[in-house]
């Protein structure tokens, strides 16, 4: 078979239109090179730039009655609002949810087979699988992904024979259990209203309240963070999803305006 | 029949695997060993054949533990059986890392089945020769187990049963006798069923108790009681059996 070399022949005329003293005389073959000066730098850029700072607020707690899982719906690509509406809880299975932070794709795509590997798990040991088991998979596969460019920083949270569990786990291939997490651009801002308001003993609604408050305060700092704030909650039946709430709406709910006192009126004035 | 009993497992015209056979009958040939379950503790028991002046019977442990919840006695080729061990154990250690709870009795048992099953379905490689019995507790719902598998590579569990030489009689005396116990009352039916094939005392039997808490060796003193008090019962049954016809 012969070499295919087209890639080496030169796209571009040489130096404008093709005239006949210029005819039959090309550039040397070379493939395209990246209009750049830092040849082993510029890619690095370019992933820089793709790279979502992991855009988002995500958060998750345990508490008395089971786990909380809170998110916003803002995909963000720069400073570019891509969606308002993204799906970043997502479930596993009927009593376990996953949160999603980092690269969507990722995230979305390892969620899922960690759902096919905990079924296979339930088939063969007829008993379903622990969300310590869970995360550990999910862990394992991350790690051997190490440093080949997955942006996956999840929370797994699930009820299993133990009781509730909470797990962080993210594409650098760390796992940790936790009672508190929150995940994404916007969590300093959730941490500081979770943090001051949790206590072991909520109900099903103060928790959920609690939740959804952080999310919508992360929103409204965080510039990647936005659009709905989807509150779910895992108890011993599985999860439920509890609300999902505009946090525009949720701004005007929380500070509504206050008709101020006018202190001095524009009056019509008739003709002059 | 003689051109399909070659070193490779492959099938006979009339539907046998003739190496996975002619393992069984390895296994035949192996010690006695029994188990039986109770409500709260699973009994192993192994025939000991008598050792040599000069061996140290320590290094000769019958009855092994995989893991803290789970033990083994098998019946058959001892090589293979250390291998086969070894697997085990590592599998044991391996799903407690991936998965952060202990193996249940049921999957290391399928472990162990699929391991058999595997080499009599490679090439160059011989079937297992031996049979194991398997004994544990489950992680968390805390039920006993005992499991036995064959060279085939099959495996089903059960209340209670015997492998090795005579185990059709020792299971047939099981079958007979057998009925729900607990605690020492388990470790008698399991020491009873042996003694029904082997010589008696502690000297000629290997006994191990798993309970939640874990394995325990029973030492010969410990057999030689047991066996004494067996012994005993028996002949009160004699006793009472020949003793009314002359009341009368």
């Known amino acids: ?272 | 029949m003689a051109r399909y009993d070659r070193a490779i497992t492959v099938f006979s015209p009339d539907g046998h695997l003739f190496q996975v056979e002619y393992a069984l009958e390895a296994v035949r040939k192996g010690n006695a060993a029994v188990g039986v379950r109770g409500t709260d503790i699973v009994v192993l028991g192994v025939e000991k054949k008598s050792a040599a002046k000069l061996q140290d019977s320590r290094s000769v442990r019958k009855i092994v533990n995989l893991d803290d919840h789970i033990a083994l006695a098998c019946a058959g080729l001892k090589a293979d059986a250390r291998v086969l061990i070894n697997r085990a154990r590592i599998e044991c250690q391996s799903h407690r890392l991936t998965v952060e709870d202990p193996v249940t009795v049921e999957y290391i048992t399928r472990y162990i089945a699929g391991l058999q099953q595997k080499y009599t379905q490679s090439g160059g490689v011989r079937p297992f020769g031996l049979s194991t019995l398997i004994v544990g507790f489950d992680p968390y719902s805390g039920v006993p187990s005992l499991y036995q598998t064959d060279p085939s590579g099959t495996f089903s569990a059960w209340k209670a049963n015997a492998t090795g030489r005579n185990s059709n009689s020792i299971r047939e005396f099981l079958e007979k006798n057998y009925k729900e116990t607990s605690g020492q009352e388990t470790v008698k039916l399991a020491i009873r069923a042996l003694l029904e094939v082997v010589e008696s005392g502690g000297k000629n039997i290997e006994v191990a108790v798993m309970t939640k808490e874990g394995l325990r060796q029973l030492d010969e003193a410990e057999i030689d009681a047991i066996a004494a008090e067996i012994e005993a019962e028996k002949e009160a049954a004699e006793a009472a059996k020949k003793a009314p016809p002359k009341e009368k």
Not at chain 1, 33 to 41: I, M, Q, S
Not at chain 1, 58 to 63: K, Q, R
Not at chain 1, 151 to 158: D, K, L, N, R
Request: glycine fraction near 12%; charged fraction near 20%.
């Open chain 1, 1 to 272: 078979m012969k070499l295919d070399t087209s890639g080496l022949e030169s796209a571009a005329p040489v130096w404008g239109a093709p005239s006949e003293l210029v005819d039959g005389f090309s550039v040397a073959p070379s493939f395209e090179v990246p209009n750049t000066t830092d040849f082993d730098g510029f890619q690095k850029e370019a992933i820089q730039m793709v790279k979502p700072a992991k855009g988002t607020t995500t958060l998750a707690f345990i508490f008395k009655e089971g786990v909380m899982v809170a998110a916003d719906s803002r995909a963000s690509m720069g400073g570019y609002i891509s969606s308002q509406s993204v799906k970043k809880i997502i479930e596993i299975n009927p009593y376990m949810l996953g949160t999603m932070a980092g690269g969507a794709a990722d995230c979305q795509f390892w969620h899922r087979n960690l759902g096919i590997k905990c079924r296979l798990h339930e088939l063969a040991n007829k008993r379903r699988i622990s969300v310590t088991g869970a995360s550990k998979l999910l862990a394992n596969i991350l790690y051997s992904y190490r440093g080949m460019g997955l942006s996956v920083g999840t929370m797994i949270a699930g009820w299993d024979e133990t009781g509730p569990g909470l797990y962080y786990v993210d594409s650098e291939g760390g796992r940790l259990k936790g009672m508190r997490f929150s995940v994404g651009s916007g969590s300093p801002y959730a941490y500081g209203v979770l943090d001051n308001g949790y206590r072991y003993d909520m109900s099903v609604e103060e928790a959920a309240e609690l939740a959804r408050r952080a999310i919508y305060h992360a929103t409204f700092r965080d510039g990647a963070s936005g659009g709905v704030a989807s509150v779910y909650y895992v108890g011993p039946n599985g999860w439920k999803k509890l609300s999902g709430d505009d946090v525009g709406e949720l701004h005007y709910k929380y500070y509504p305006v206050m008709p101020s006192t006018v202190e001095q009126e524009m009056v019509e004035v008739a003709g002059a």
